[in-house]
């Protein structure tokens, strides 16, 4: 089949990975370049989610696509076979608490896995968790650790999903796509600036930008611009071997050398500029856990827009619209870890075959 697909950011990419590989005529139309918003500027983090019903549908999709991305470790980087590879490493992770009532709840959702003995999850004492890092604040009461977490470069996870599809036939065109063309009840391509694309299939895995582009076809989708920021510090002393978290901030040493510290959540339009405010809130909220950064320098700051859907959760669909048409966005601060899952089921989705996760869950239906 013919399938376009607008948008190069993780989505996108591994939407035109998995559909090249079936064999598929695939175009992705990119207006920047690849991996160029949020997708080229996560953190990276890919971190199960946690703490709902075993049969809760985000959990699912969440564990489908962690699978997906051990898969690739191999497919992509010839990874040893053991899931893992030199773009994905297991990063434990440690949410750290400070009161009393977050702890509390912390241990329960952690007797709540007790019996789960697929994942590695354990309630660290501040005394325990001290082992792991010392130069956590006296403060902290202790932290949830997470052994099954990793981390990728999602820049070069996103080039590599797009260079293998690729080498599969797949084409880039660096245009906009201004319209999706429908003829009767179906589509019939995407139009740019060079004309018409015919194609049987369209994928619309645009981010953020994906509720406009589809307001042209009346298909209320709400999905927003979420900004986050990120600062780069070059920091003393050895780096974290595990990746920290608390409240909707985070910080972790990465491959570049440098220790990666957000995030923000602000609703500021399409607006991806960074902010001094944003910088001193990050960096107030990191010494306040790691004291000893309070003299490390800051190398670098960068800011990116997630796609977010009111329920936080994506909307993964071919329901709505003319026949052909396949909306793939929504991955919110997930994105990352959702990405191979959203774009193996939108390739199911584009050429009509049953996906193999239950993406009913994910249908724009919900917000009507
Ligand atoms: C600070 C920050 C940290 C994050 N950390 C993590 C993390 O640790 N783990 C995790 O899982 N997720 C994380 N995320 C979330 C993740 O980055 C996003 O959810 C994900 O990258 C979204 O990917 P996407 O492909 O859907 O969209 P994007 O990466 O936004 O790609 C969409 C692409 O579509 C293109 N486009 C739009 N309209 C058109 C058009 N009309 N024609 C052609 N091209 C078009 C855009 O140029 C863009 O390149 C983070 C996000 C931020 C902001």
Known sequence: MKVSIV???ITGCATAYYLSLD????????????????????????????????????ESLSRYSIGLHRDLAVQLYGGSGDGLSANFNRKP?????????DAAAMERVYRSYADDHTLDIRWLSHGELSHIDARVSPSILGGLYFG??????PYMLTLALWQA????????????????AVIGSRVSGVVTSDGLTGA????????PWTGGFLAELDIAAPVTPLRGQIIRLDAPGPPLKVSLWWDTDYATSKRDGLLWAGTTEEE?????????????RIIGSLVRMLPYLEDADLVKQTACLRPMTPDRAPIIDAEPGPDGLVISTGGGRQGILLGPAMGRAAAALA???????????????RFQ
């Open 268 to 280: 500021v339009g399409f607006d991806d500029s960074v902010t001094d405010a944003a910088r001193d």
């Open 7 to 9: 948008g190069g950011g």
């Open 93 to 101: 992770s440690l949410m750290l608490v400070e009161d009393v009532a």
């Open 165 to 180: 599809a690729e080498r599969h036939g797949a084409r880039l065109v660096n245009r906009e796509v201004r319209e999706v």
């Open 148 to 153: 099954d977490a990793y981390e990728v470069d």
């Open 200 to 207: 049987d299939s369209v994928v619309v895995a645009s981010g």
């Open 23 to 58: 064999g598929h005529d695939v175009t992705l139309f990119e207006r920047d370049s690849l991996a160029s918003h949020a997708s080229g500027f996560a953190l990276g983090g890919i971190i199960p989610h946690f703490g709902a019903p075993p049969d809760d549908p985000y």
């Open 351 to 365: 050429t009509g075959v049953e996906s193999s996760v239950d993406i009913s869950a994910f249908s724009l239906a």
